[in-house]
């Protein structure tokens, strides 16, 4: 009956209804597990105070319960822990986030279920988030304004000096990037052009007087801003909060470096919602710090986008025009053979070949050129010979170019000859047809192959890494210094901040959430893309399909 | 304008058609750049490689005439700009090798010596030092140098003589008898010299400098031994930090330790000539490692210290031929591993050792070449022959590679064996690269068929059951779902690889393998267990949907499997499966190992693999399977000897594309392995492939040097891998088409 069975061939069927089971189940699962672990990061878990008392001596623990596992009890008793009296088979041990960086030996901490004596959620805890060391969590004690204690509602009065610091240290910073950076970036311009003239051998004294008169004159300007810098920077030093941590010491934290805080324990379902997307905004528009594993991932989010757009700005043409190519005017012969042979191995070249080829050809041999053209004075620091924003917009141009030929060759077959004929016979040119009836047509189908381009450029690390991406960069490549757009900057980018923050940073425990965070974002934008993508697909299938009949 | 309509349509449409030509003519262009494109990156990378496989040239710059008798030591400065020559009176003359001006004098220094000259030793060439042996047993060491300055914006070097021992010479010999031969060499605190005197001795001495406190001078104060050794002495060499003196005596070589100055040791002798030959020089190489001996038969061998039963001993490791000749001398260069010959009938030859190849032999001269120098970056050399001083130019940029060498095992120094090794960059200058390219190539193979060995029963039979079994509407919706995973940035698999999945498999390992059986086995139960069911709950379900059926069934089997980890941990591993593979199956355990890669990668590479093999089996006629189960064929019958051969070459060209995908992705292998190059099958191992290579070295390496295009060689070979795989994939689809239009 069941040789009958196997021979029938139905276990086989159900083998391989099995293997699309599993292949849905791990592209949901996958999606599902970065969602939940980027998006929990943001959610504001309450704060446990632990009482621990067993192998170790008795102390208390204060922190978020960062993860927890399952350990056979022999594993545990063979690393020579002493579990007492423990009879269980398996314990959980819980991986405590205590903070406090620079109070304890170490933020994270693993403590065994047995040793905890006594657990509990109380009032008053709070979370600061710092802009250095992290966060730090213990119990309010006293709010000091101005070297005066306050009297009264002590997390009323705190919440308004933590504004009233992040507002002055966010006008500091603002006036150090905006008009400092200005002058520093004026300067730098200056000096490039005492060196050009020097090239040239036209410095005369009388420029040099002028570029010297120019420079003085902001370096005035420099002193009167440092002199207005300083003051915000005292200013935001003026009050601080006293704070009893899990040592049960006191230490006083200055309000200039507590970005925010909250008291997890006492925030109900909504306080908790609205937290959770002031968490969420700062992650997206805030600039990281301590090392890229705090803060927001803004430079990244910019960098990627622009690249993009510059990308995108490059291809389309290129990409069009080809398409158009191959499917109105190539001839059946063998260079359109060789062509079509081209645009499938575009595609499958491996992508670390192109950011080879993209730093060869294009930062050396291309770039270098171009300083050695236009930019002797800035020598030997190069401007366009090293790896920046536009070759890896060129060098993913040509990686997505048989992205975007591919989706509109296939929109302009679905266009019915008919209407070619049609535009033909009223006596348009072959030009005129395509650009007046083809193409407008088509244009669903080439934004389709531009939006694949721009989710395949988004998620390409492996040659960027090469041609222009870094892990932190002091600036975006749009600013307000002429000539605002600086096409030879390095940039950030969301999948190398993940592949640096998860891969290379000096602690991976700390960053892991805010990895998972950035991949989620990067996992969604690609994805909505790649469904846009598909949908104005379909739906431009369907009109056709009607236009045919 | 009016009256004459005719002609202003005429001219439109003149304009109207050059319009046309000129769109005609750019979109043609602009399909052929596609083409350009393609081959600008062969091209390209070609052009970028193809500078490793040049040969090296020698040529002559010019030449100028000196009294060949005085000249006992030669030397070149680091732009190749000035030449020196020492004569045996201590005067050291500087010569002018620039094109503009050549051999023009330029200065002429005198080291002051106390006594006659008896003998003339250089040091190691990166030290460019030089030593006079007196015959009052002292020995001179100077150093010619230059001093950079810049008088109106142009660079003027001024030669100097330098001592870096202090103007007082060494004494070598205590006794004062006259220095006949000696060698030396200097580190950063100490000198040693090791001498043969006029009374046949051979005295070891290690000078350590001491600093005056009144006067802040340094002393240099000697501890010497004298070496236990007798007979006729022809050559003395030592080592740059001088921890090994070697003594040429005929046909033997006597090593000596000479790291204790109060203790040298006799360590081995080696009767070291070729048959039938005699030994007539020898040399180190740079590093020190390798001694080279040249014998009269034309035969240079080299040899080092390998690990064998006994310790470490000498070894020959391999010879290079030269031509015949009474005197061979052997010439170091700097940093590298390239050696020079010059013999007695005006032959140099240039010879590399890694990659055993000889790179350049030629007549240089009409007599016996007396004496060589080479430059600092060894782009040119001076010869001292037939009563002049030639200065040769050469191009040499990349002699360690060969074709054989990057392919072949490769006997390194202080390998115990040829190996295959890829260490391409290390802290010190002298340091020996080794460019193998088949660890990589063997962990680019070794990743992408773990991959496809997890991707291909997945996406074949997912493709399978989607394409032919699967309902319409569940298609719709199951089918774009798996392709969204190859939108899926590889970063992002790559991370959850390296920070999820490796720990998640290290803990527990007996999970996955517990996965592998209890899959088949429980979708078959699930199976078996629906033909027991009675008919109306089965006809309520509709044909096609046994994968929604199995969603629970797989959960369920996941859960269980790692629910049981721990206890089949405990059951069949000792409770340790990572001590059990370590300990019991002597494996290593990698935490970021194959099997994760596989799996990653794997999931990287199923999207392709189902998406063009459903397309293939989608597309065969449905006539094709009608046909057949009109006939009597059963579902599976059908399929199997239908439909899958009918789509058979479609389905090669999937597995082809998801190769070609699997052997070039980068991020995932650069985040979930170790990237060590390693040549090992071993599943719990990781492995460094040729494209993670690319990404972790590329950024560091010098534009220009070997290293710069071997990696460039590396992308070239993953462009030319793929590029055979993708076409190879695209003309069997393109075959197939027409295979089904016809049908």
């Known amino acids: ?549 | 304008m009016t009256s004459n309509p005719q002609k202003l349509s005429f001219s439109t449409d003149r304009s109207r058609l050059f319009k046309d030509k000129i769109a005609q003519f750019s979109i043609t262009s602009g399909g052929v750049m596609v083409l350009v494109a393609l081959l600008l990156i062969f091209f390209y990378l070609l052009y970028v490689v193809q500078p490793i496989f040049e040969s090296a040239h020698v040529q002559e710059r010019s030449s100028f005439a000196v009294d060949q008798q005085e000249i006992v030591g030669l030397g070149l400065e680091e732009q190749t700009e000035i030449a020196y020559l020492l004569k045996r009176s201590g005067d050291v003359d500087f010569y002018n090798i620039q094109e503009q001006g050549f051999g023009a004098q330029i200065a002429e220094l005198t080291t002051e010596l106390p006594a006659a000259v008896s003998s003339f030793a250089t040091s190691a060439p990166h030290l460019g030092l030089y030593a006079y042996g007196l015959d009052n047993g002292e020995v001179m060491i100077v150093k010619p140098s230059f001093q950079v300055s810049f008088p109106n914006n142009q660079r003027q070097l001024t030669p100097v003589l330098n001592y870096p021992l202090g103007s007082k010479p060494l004494t070598a010999d205590e006794q004062g008898a006259a220095i006949k031969r000696f060698a030396f060499s200097k580190s950063e605190d100490k000198v040693v010299v090791v001498a043969l005197t006029a009374d046949k001795r051979v005295v070891f001495s290690a000078y350590v400098g001491e600093e005056n406190f009144m006067t802040g001078e340094v002393e240099w104060v000697a501890e010497q031994t004298e070496l236990d050794i007798d007979g006729r002495i022809d050559e003395l060499l030592i080592s740059p930090d001088g921890s090994r003196v070697f003594v040429r005596s005929a046909n033997q070589i006597y090593i000596f330790d000479s790291r204790y100055a109060d203790d040298v040791q006799l360590t081995q002798v080696l009767a070291a000539n070729e048959e039938n030959a005699n030994i007539v020089s020898a040399q180190l190489l740079a590093g020190a490692n390798s001694l080279m001996l040249a014998n009269d038969n034309g035969e240079v061998s080299q040899w080092f210290e390998v690990n064998t039963e006994d310790g470490k001993e000498f070894k020959k490791i391999r010879a290079f031929e030269t031509s015949k000749q009474k005197a061979i001398n052997i010439h170091s260069e700097f940093y590298r591993r390239t050696f020079f010959t010059t013999g007695a009938n005006g032959e140099l030859g240039l010879y590399y050792t890694t990659s055993e190849a000889k790179l350049w032999q030629g007549k240089v001269a009409e007599g016996a070449i007396k004496n060589f120098a080479v430059a600092p970056r060894a782009n040119a050399a001076l010869i001292l022959a037939d009563n002049k001083v030639s200065v040769l130019e050469i191009e040499n940029e990349h002699p360690e590679v060969t074709w054989s060498g990057l392919w072949q095992e490769v006997w390194y120094e202080g390998y115990p064996e040829p190996d295959y090794i890829w260490q391409s960059t290390s802290a010190s200058d002298d340091f020996e690269s080794k460019f193998s390219l088949v660890p990589i190539s063997f962990g680019t193979l070794k990743a992408a068929m773990y991959a496809m060995l997890f991707a291909v029963p997945i996406a074949l039979s997912a493709a399978i059951y989607t394409a032919y079994f699967m309902s319409s509407e569940l298609r719709k919706v199951v089918k774009p779902t798996v392709e969204i995973m190859e939108a899926l940035p590889t970063v992002i698999l790559g991370f959850l690889a390296g920070l999820w999945l490796a720990p998640l498999i290290e803990e527990n390992l007996p999970a996955i393998i517990a996965l592998l059986v209890l899959l088949p086995i429980g979708i078959l139960t699930t199976a078996l267990a629906w033909t027991k069911l009675p008919e109306h709950i089965r006809h309520r379900i509709p044909e096609g949907a046994h994968s929604i059926i199995l969603i629970p069934v797989v959960l369920f089997i996941g859960w269980l499997s790692f629910a049981m980890s721990g206890s089949i941990e405990a059951w069949l591993f000792g409770g340790n499966v990572r001590q059990y593979i370590t300990n019991e199956l002597g494996m290593t355990f990698d935490q970021r190992n194959s099997l994760v890669v596989g799996i990653a990668m794997g999931f990287a590479v199923i999207p392709t693999i189902f998406s063009i093999a459903e397309d293939a089996v989608f597309s065969v006629p449905k006539h094709l399977s009608n046909g057949s189960l009109a006939l009597g064929a059963t579902q599976w019958q059908t399929l199997v000897r239908v439909v899958l051969l009918t789509a058979s070459p479609g389905i090669f060209s999937a597995i082809m594309m998801g190769l070609g995908r699997a052997v070039g992705e980068t991020m995932i292998v650069l985040m979930a392995t170790g990237n060590t190059p390693i040549m090992d099958w071993s599943i719990f191992q990781g492995m460094r492939t040729l494209a993670a290579n690319i990404a972790v070295e590329m950024p560091e390496s010098e534009v220009g040097s070997s290293h710069y295009r071997i990696l460039f060689l590396a992308a070239f070979v993953l462009f030319i891998f793929t590029f055979v795989f993708n076409t190879l994939a695209e003309f069997v689809r393109q075959r197939l088409r027409e295979k089904y239009s016809s049908l």
């Open chain 1, 1 to 549: 009956m069941i040789r009958q069975w196997f021979k029938s061939g139905s276990p086989w069927i159900w083998m391989t209804g099995g293997a699309v089971s599993i292949s849905l189940i791990s592209v949901i699962g996958l999606l599902a597990l970065i969602a939940w672990r980027g998006l929990g990061f943001f959610w504001a878990s309450p704060v446990h105070e632990f009482h621990i008392q067993g192998s170790v001596e008795q102390h208390t623990v204060i922190g978020e319960i960062y993860d927890r596992e399952v350990v056979p009890a022999s594993r545990v008793r063979q690393s020579g822990v002493d579990l007492g009296d423990f009879q269980g088979e398996e314990l959980t041990r819980y991986l405590i986030k205590t903070g406090n960086r620079e109070y304890v030996e170490l933020d994270f901490r693993w403590i065994l279920e047995t040793d905890i004596q006594s657990q509990s959620t109380p009032h008053n805890l709070a979370v600061f988030e710092r802009s250095k060391n992290g966060n730090f969590y213990g119990y309010i004690e006293q709010v000091i304004e101005n070297g005066q204690p306050v009297r009264g509602d002590k997390v009323e009065k705190l919440e308004e000096l933590v504004e009233r610091a992040v507002e002055l240290n966010e006008q500091a910073l603002d006036l150090q990037n905006g008009d400092i950076g200005h002058i520093n970036y004026e300067l730098e311009r200056l000096r490039l052009k005492e060196r050009a003239y020097e090239l040239d051998n036209e410095l005369t004294h009388e420029r040099a007087a002028e570029l010297e008169a120019q420079r003085q004159a902001l370096r005035d300007q420099y002193k009167e801003l440092e002199k207005t810098l300083f003051q915000l920077r005292d200013d935001a030093k003026r009050d601080q909060v006293v704070v009893k941590d899990m040592r049960g010491e006191m230490v006083t934290l200055p309000l200039y470096q507590v970005l925010d805080f909250w008291l997890p324990n006492d925030m109900g379902f909504f306080a908790k919602v609205g937290h959770y997307f002031g968490q969420l905004g700062k992650f997206i528009a805030d600039d990281p710090r301590e090392a890229n594993t705090e803060g927001g991932v803004f430079p990244a989010i910019f960098g990627t986008v622009f690249m993009v757009m510059l990308m995108a700005v490059i291809v389309t043409p290129f990409g069009v025009v080809a398409a158009i190519y191959l499917h109105e005017y190539a001839a059946k012969n063998a260079v359109t053979k060789m062509i079509r042979i081209a645009v499938i191995n575009l595609a499958g070249v491996p992508s670390i070949v192109y950011g080879v080829f993209g730093l060869g050809f294009f930062v050396y041999m291309l770039g270098g050129s171009i300083d050695q053209l236009f930019y002797p004075e800035a020598s030997p620091s190069p401007v366009f010979g090293t790896p920046g924003v536009i070759w890896s917009a060129l060098t993913l141009a040509i990686l997505t170019l048989p992205v975007v030929i591919v989706s509109t060759e296939e929109g302009l077959s679905r266009i019915p000859s008919q209407v070619r004929q049609g535009s033909l016979a009223l006596g348009a040119t072959k030009a005129e047809t395509l650009w007046r009836i083809v193409v407008p047509m088509a244009s669903p189908a080439i934004m389709t192959g531009l939006i694949l381009a721009v989710a395949r450029a988004a998620g390409e690390v492996a040659p960027l890494m090469l041609v222009g991406v870094v892990k932190m960069a002091p600036t975006l490549p749009l600013d307000g210094n002429f000539p605002y757009v600086h096409l030879d900057r390095k940039f950030m980018h969301l999948g190398f901040h993940i592949y640096d923050v998860g891969f290379q940073s000096p602690n991976v425990e700390a960053a892991r959430p805010l990895v998972y965070a950035t991949a989620f974002l990067l996992v969604t934008v690609i994805i909505a893309l790649n469904i846009t993508a598909i949908g104005i697909r379909n739906h431009l299938r369907e009109k056709f399909r009607a236009l045919d009949n």
